[in-house]
């Protein structure tokens, strides 16, 4: 989860190679530090849900980091550019999926 703030330097790398338009492929030449894309706590939220595309029926589990980490709202409007439309659905009822910690 990312949440506007300042600029995040590894996101930076993969934007660098970021397609114009959604569907295109390009390979990360210097690769990315997951480890640098996580927050510092690693505590997380766990439930079942589905996928957010189409059509949303696919039973996975969901494993959402408790703390967010930033990107530069030059980062989110570059990712929102290139989809052209929101990459989520709406909220969701809880329904029979508890949210455990």
């Not at 703030?5 to 997951?34: C, F, R, T, V």
């Not at 589990?61 to 052209?84: D, G």
Request: with cysteine; proline share 8%.
């Amino acid at each position: 989860m990312f949440e506007e703030g300042p600029k995040n330097s590894e996101l930076a790398k993969a934007w660098a190679e970021m397609p114009e338009d959604a569907g295109d492929k390009h390979k990360i030449a210097d690769g990315i530090d997951a480890e640098a894309l996580m927050p510092e706590s690693r505590d997380y939220y766990r439930f079942n849900g589905s996928l957010t595309t189409p059509p949303c029926s696919e039973g996975i589990r969901w494993l959402v980091m408790k703390e967010a980490i930033t990107a530069s709202e030059q980062q989110i409007e570059a990712f929102k550019s290139v989809l052209h439309h929101p990459n989520n659905r709406p909220l969701q009822s809880v329904n029979a999926s508890p949210v455990l910690q």
